[in-house]
């Protein structure tokens, strides 16, 4: 069965770094998500990402965060500037259509020292 | 702005125990709504879901919920909890109208099931 992988599976980096977290949705998927989970506490929507766009973001999405479908195949979360409070599970999801089942990755652990 | 409720945070139940985890949102226009489940140290994965039609929707391992339009309900209900049960479960909206392309999730369930 075709699924999302995500990598790095953990990250740790210093305050103020770039880092790139990077998602390959299943192959057919046309709606692209990235949602984070700081520990102890509940899953939160980040952006959604359509026909190359962004489609909606959530407050937390500021000026730090990006993403990118660079070749068709992977869907990238960009934190240029790190903060400690960045420190989360960041999960990627896609799905075939709007309003479907949301697969996910596995996350990727980012540890912001 | 749309929202999800769960009410209970921690949840612990015996083998056998009969479980119901409530579930509210507010959103008033069509939804399509998702209980999730996170085992520990695993993703998310979907139990079940409702788009339209029957409002008792069945899912994996046991699971059923069931939509309550006029209450803004989706309560997810399992009759005989077992010890791999121990999750993490979510409840997601996603709302149809907005044009937005994104799902609400509530903050979670703990449930701990004792062997």
């Known amino acids: 069965e075709p699924e999302v992988t995500q990598t790095p599976s953990h990250q740790v980096t210093q305050m103020g770094q770039e880092v790139i977290l990077r998602c390959v949705p299943i192959?057919?998927?046309?709606?692209f998500y990235w949602y984070r989970q700081i520990l102890g506490q509940k899953v939160e929507f980040l952006v959604s990402?359509?026909?190359?766009?962004?489609?909606?973001k959530s407050e937390i999405f500021d000026d730090q965060f990006s993403v990118e479908r660079p070749d068709g195949s992977n869907f990238t979360l960009k934190i240029r500037s790190t903060k400690l409070e960045d420190s989360a599970m960041y999960f990627c999801?896609?799905?075939?259509?709007?309003?479907?089942?949301?697969?996910f990755g596995p996350g990727t652990r980012l540890l912001v020292l | 702005a749309q929202s999800v409720s769960q009410h209970n945070h921690h949840v612990i139940l015996s083998e056998a125990a009969s479980l119901e985890l409530g579930c509210n949102y507010s959103?008033?226009?069509?939804?399509?709504l998702f209980w999730y489940v996170q085992y520990p140290g695993q993703h998310l994965q979907l139990l079940l879901k409702?788009?339209?039609?029957?409002?008792l929707v069945k899912g994996i391992k046991g699971f059923e919920a069931e939509f309550i339009k006029s209450k803004f309900s989706f309560n997810l209900r399992k009759p005989s909890v077992q010890w791999s049960d121990t999750a993490e479960y979510f409840c997601?909206?996603?709302?149809?109208?907005?044009?937005?392309?994104?799902?609400?999730f509530g903050a979670g369930t703990r449930l701990f099931v004792k062997a």
């Open positions: 999801a896609s799905t075939p259509r709007f309003g479907e089942t949301q697969y």
């Open positions: 192959s057919n998927h046309l709606y």
């Open positions: 990402f359509y026909n190359n766009e962004i489609s909606e």
């Open positions: 959103y008033g226009g069509t939804v399509n």
């Open positions: 409702y788009f339209s039609g029957d409002p």
């Open positions: 997601a909206v996603n709302a149809m109208d907005t044009g937005g392309f994104k799902t609400i």
